[in-house]
């Protein structure tokens, strides 16, 4: 299906055909504007292609816990939430 097909079948203008998970991250990333100098709120325990494409924009994973039941983020990050802190990258 090419990119304009798909844009049509999920009701938006436009999308972009990538070949990975890591891409679509990196694309995510970069359109958010991570660069230099900010901070990703990641998980630990994860694939190293959630944190790649963070490094790949020269920004810095910050990685928190994780709940023991579920390995989610522990909603304990929210006093993580200062301006350089610009994203949150919840995997799972």
């Keep these: 299906m090419r990119e304009g097909q798909s844009a049509s079948y999920v009701g938006t203008e436009r999308a972009v055909a990538v070949n990975s998970g890591t891409a679509a991250l990196h694309i995510a990333l970069f359109i ?6 900010n901070e990703v ?3 630990p325990f994860t694939f190293i292609a959630t944190t790649n494409p963070i490094a790949f924009c020269r920004a810095k994973p910050v ?4 709940l023991e039941n579920t390995f989610n983020l522990s909603m304990r990050i929210r006093p ?13």
């Design 32 to 37: 958010c504007g991570i660069a230099k100098g």
């Design 63 to 66: 990685f928190v816990d994780v």
């Design 41 to 43: 709120i990641t998980t």
């Design 80 to 92: 993580l939430y200062p301006l350089k802190r610009r994203m949150v990258f919840w995997c799972n």
